[in-house]
């Protein structure tokens, strides 16, 4: 099993629609959680940190769900320029490094 | 200011042969990570430096690969001898020890073995 799974989508959605991602991971000793965003043939950029208490960043909100051990990504009044792949990330315990869920495809539709 | 730096953006070579990929970091960070992307595994860790020290190098494939930080502004990824199960993009980022959850990545060689 993998340490974060991410349904690869595609999604395609018209713009304004709302779209939600979720992810999963399999540490449970995990402490910290991202949402990293990959537009195409580019580096992944932080989006956003997902706090156990939820955050919202204008159109982007993100939850955590410690018991259930999984992360949503909810995106509203989505833009063209929304479209990209978007990588959950969880950062084990004490561990130094992160680990990458291989990505959800979103693409916006005009 | 100028972010993580990777040379070359691209490179072709031939099954065999030894590729040298090069990163700068953004000046002050202290941590130096080397990842691998393929549309089959994703983004996977390869290896990561602190203060120019290789912390842990589980992720690096097999001997053909190796990472040096000779200091806090460069380090280099081999493979020596390359094959064509090794064409990925690789990409180099660098973080703070305070908020390093936050990797500045380059942005990548896209490497391929022909």
């Known amino acids: 099993r993998k340490e974060v799974e991410q349904d690869p989508g595609p999604f395609n959605v018209p713009e304004g629609a709302t779209v939600a991602f979720n992810c999963t991971y399999s540490?449970?000793?995990?402490?910290?959680f991202f949402w990293y965003r990959q537009d195409c043939r580019k580096e992944p950029k932080l989006l956003m940190s997902?706090?156990?208490s939820g955050n919202e960043d204008g159109r982007f909100t993100a939850q955590l769900n410690r018991a259930s051990q999984y992360i949503s990504l909810l995106i509203r009044d989505s833009k063209l320029s929304d479209s990209a792949t978007y990588l959950c990330?969880?950062?084990?315990?004490?561990?130094?490094?992160?680990?990458f869920g291989s990505g959800t495809q979103l693409t916006v539709l005009p | 200011d100028a972010g993580v730096i990777q040379s070359p953006r691209h490179e072709v070579t031939e099954m065999g042969q030894e590729v040298t990929l090069r990163c700068k970091p953004i000046?002050?960070?202290?941590?130096l990570f080397w990842y691998r992307q393929t549309m089959m595994r994703g983004l996977e860790l390869l290896i990561y430096?602190?203060?120019?020290?290789?912390?842990?190098d589980s992720g690096m494939p097999e001997d053909r690969f190796s990472a040096k930080m000779p200091n806090a502004s460069f380090s280099t990824l081999k493979i020596q001898p390359s094959e064509p199960r090794d064409s990925a993009v690789y990409f180099c980022?660098?973080?703070?020890?305070?908020?390093?959850?936050?990797?500045?990545f380059g942005p990548g060689t896209r490497l391929l073995v022909l």
């Open positions: 980022a660098s973080s703070l020890h305070r908020g390093m959850e936050t990797q500045y």
């Open positions: 000046s002050g960070h202290d941590y």
């Open positions: 540490n449970s000793a995990s402490q910290s």
């Open positions: 997902v706090y156990s």
């Open positions: 430096f602190n203060n120019n020290v290789p912390i842990d």
């Open positions: 990330v969880v950062k084990p315990g004490s561990a130094r490094q992160l680990t």
